[in-house]
C-alpha cells in the first residue's frame, strides 16, 4: 500500500464506521395497517369468503411479499344475525396498499382460485357489505409483532380495541399517553401479546386508535386484564390529570383466527 492511498484506505474505513452507526441507530419506519371487515349471513356467503381469502387473496398477497397476514372470524359469529369476518393486513407504505388492486388483476392464478368471490352476481354476492379502517402504527410500536401462543387457534382470543376521543386533541393526547406516557410498556410488561397500536386515519369513527392484543383463551384473557387494572403504574397513569377525559367511547371485538390465517 503507497503513502498515499493509506490515508484515503483509513479515511474510507472512518465514513464505513460513521455510517454504520447512523443506520444501526435508525429507528424502524412506521407501518401502515388496513383492517377490512366483511359483514355477511349465511353459511353460503361465508364458505365463499373462506375460499376466496385461503386460496386467492393470501397466496397473491404472499406473492407480492405481504406477509403476515391476519384472517379472524368474531366469537359473536355463532348467534349474531349480520355475521363479521376480519382481515388484518400490514403494509410498507400507503403506496404499496394503493398498488395492491392493480398487482391482483394481473395474477393469474388469484383470478383463477377466487374466481367464485370475483365473479359473483348481484343477486347472490359474497357478503352484505365491506368497511375499510386504515391505520398508521404508534412511533413507539411501527412495527406489528405476532403472538407467541401455544394454545390452537380455535381456542385464541385476539382482543380488537376501539378508543374514540371527543376531539383531535384528546386523541393525541390519548395517543400520548400510549407512547410518552409508556402505556405500550405496561402492556408489554404484562405479556398481552399485543399484535399492533395504531392512529386511525381512514375510518368511520374518527378520531380513534386501535389495538390488538392476544391470549391462549377467554381464561386467560380475564386473568390479564385483572392484572392490569390492579397494577400500580396503571393506577398512577390513569389517574395523571394531564390524561383525564381522553377517551369518550371504546368498542371491544374478540375475535379467533382461522386456520388458513397467517398468525
Not at 6 to 29: E, N
Not at 102 to 128: E, R
Not at 205 to 214: D, G, I, V
Request: aromatic letters at 12%.
Amino acid at each position: 500500500m503507497t503513502a498515499i492511498s493509506k490515508p484515503l484506505f483509513c479515511m474510507l474505513i472512518l465514513v464505513m464506521l460513521i455510517f454504520v452507526s447512523w443506520t444501526s441507530g435508525k429507528k424502524p419506519a412506521r407501518e401502515y395497517y388496513q383492517i377490512t371487515i366483511y359483514h355477511f349471513s349465511s353459511v353460503e356467503q361465508e364458505k365463499v369468503l373462506d375460499n376466496y381469502l385461503q386460496n386467492a387473496l393470501l397466496p397473491a398477497l404472499h406473492r407480492i411479499q405481504i406477509n403476515n397476514v391476519g384472517v379472524f372470524k368474531a366469537w359473536s359469529n355463532d348467534t349474531a344475525s349480520a355475521k363479521l369476518l376480519y382481515m388484518f393486513l400490514p403494509v410498507k407504505s400507503l403506496d404499496m396498499l394503493t398498488r395492491i388492486p392493480d398487482k391482483l388483476k394481473k395474477d393469474n392464478s388469484y383470478n383463477i382460485a377466487g374466481a367464485d368471490y370475483i365473479n359473483a352476481t348481484h343477486n347472490n354476492p359474497p357478503y352484505l357489505r365491506i368497511e375499510t379502517i386504515i391505520l398508521r402504527a404508534f412511533p413507539l410500536a411501527p412495527q406489528m409483532q405476532t403472538p407467541a401462543l401455544q394454545s390452537s387457534k380455535k381456542e385464541r382470543v385476539y382482543e380488537l380495541r376501539s378508543y374514540e376521543s371527543a376531539t383531535e386533541k384528546k386523541f393525541e393526547n390519548k395517543v400520548e399517553m400510549f407512547n410518552a406516557g409508556d402505556e405500550i410498556g405496561l402492556f408489554k410488561r404484562l405479556n398481552f401479546n399485543a399484535i399492533f397500536y395504531a392512529s386511525v386515519i381512514v375510518g368511520s369513527k374518527m378520531p380513534n386508535l386501535m389495538y390488538m392484543t392476544s391470549f391462549e383463551n377467554r381464561t386467560d384473557r380475564d386473568e390479564h386484564w385483572k392484572t392490569f387494572v390492579n397494577d400500580p403504574y396503571w393506577k398512577k397513569l390513569s389517574s395523571m390529570p394531564e390524561y383525564q377525559n381522553n377517551v369518550s367511547h371504546i368498542d371491544i371485538t374478540f375475535l379467533h383466527p382461522v386456520e388458513y390465517s397467517d398468525f
